[in-house]
């Protein structure tokens, strides 16, 4: 099964989506299912991971909408706020959803990271760990080293960095944005999205072979195992199509790679983190 492990819908009829003003052209429109279909079909991709776009509870209940009439959302990355007391109401609520498959910390909006580290968010992470919830975390490269502290204090938790931890590959700065992630791999259930590359690099004169390093590093720190590829679609299009953001990662890959690694990359670990066998297996 191919997976697009990270992508986004949204409608501008909503008012959540304040980051997306109108001199955002690319992205200042409806963009829906029916409008990602033509490129799935062209890449051979079964279906999507939707990932949460607006910090509110009303934008994860309008993409578990959205879910319910497309088959080509496999599930749905849901929002949390750890320091809402009501997060658990939120979470159980959620669950109910077939397609619900897990939340994600919006740490690169807070100007304090290290508030993550406070007892009640640390805790109430914990707790989620026990349970085995997949999570995924949006970080900037300059909060990795806070990150690393939360990874500490919640060994195991199943979690993934998305898009690779933001590195400035726009001033192709690689420390100490490399020794960070690698830190972070060494937990053995965290994974890392292979996502949102493009929008990090100048999004006017980016070369392909500026990606390779960053790339490799990754796939050298988590593995072939613990990788997901990720188009972050429509953000993406700030910098690149869907299907130049394909080609830098296929394009960036280890020669040596076989069938069997990339379907791991290109699915099948997508498929495992977000126990998406399980979820197909509940009656509906």
């Known amino acids: ?126 707790e989620y760990a026990r349970e085995d919830i997949p999570v995924d975390l949006l970080v900037t490269s300059n909060q990795l080293e806070v990150l690393n502290e939360l990874l500490d204090a919640v060994p195991g938790l199943r979690g993934v960095i998305d898009h690779i931890g933001k590195p400035r590959i726009a001033e192709q700065a690689f420390e100490p944005w490399a020794a960070q992630l690698e830190r972070a791999a060494k937990h053995p259930k965290l994974y890392c999205k292979l996502s949102g590359m493009v929008t990090e690099a100048d999004h006017q004169a980016w070369k392909p072979e500026q990606f390779r390093r960053y790339i490799e590093h990754a796939l050298h720190a988590f593995g072939t195992d613990r990788v997901m590829f990720g188009t972050d ?18 394009g960036n890959l280890p020669d040596m790679w076989n069938e069997h690694e990339r379907a791991k990359l290109f699915g099948e670990n997508a498929r495992a983190f977000y126990k998406l066998n399980e979820l197909n297996s509940m009656p509906q």
């Open 1 to 126: 099964m191919r997976i697009d492990a990270h992508q986004h819908y949204w409608s501008m009829t909503r008012t959540d989506y304040g980051w997306i003003t109108p001199d955002l052209l690319a992205l200042y429109r409806d963009f829906m299912p029916e409008d990602l279909d033509i490129h799935l079909q062209k890449h051979h991709i079964d279906g999507t991971i939707v990932v949460q776009a607006a910090p509110t509870i009303e934008e994860t209940e309008y993409l578990l909408s959205l879910a319910d009439r497309s088959d080509s959302i496999l599930g749905v990355v849901g929002y949390l706020d750890l320091f809402n007391p009501a997060h658990r109401t939120h979470y159980e609520q959620f669950r109910k959803h077939p397609k619900f498959v897990g939340f994600r910390l919006m740490i690169q909006e807070m100007s304090d990271a290290s508030r993550v580290l406070e007892r009640s968010f640390v805790e109430a992470l914990q």
């Open 233 to 250: 679609w429509p953000v993406c299009l700030l910098a690149a199509s869907y299907d130049e953001v394909v080609g830098v990662l296929e």
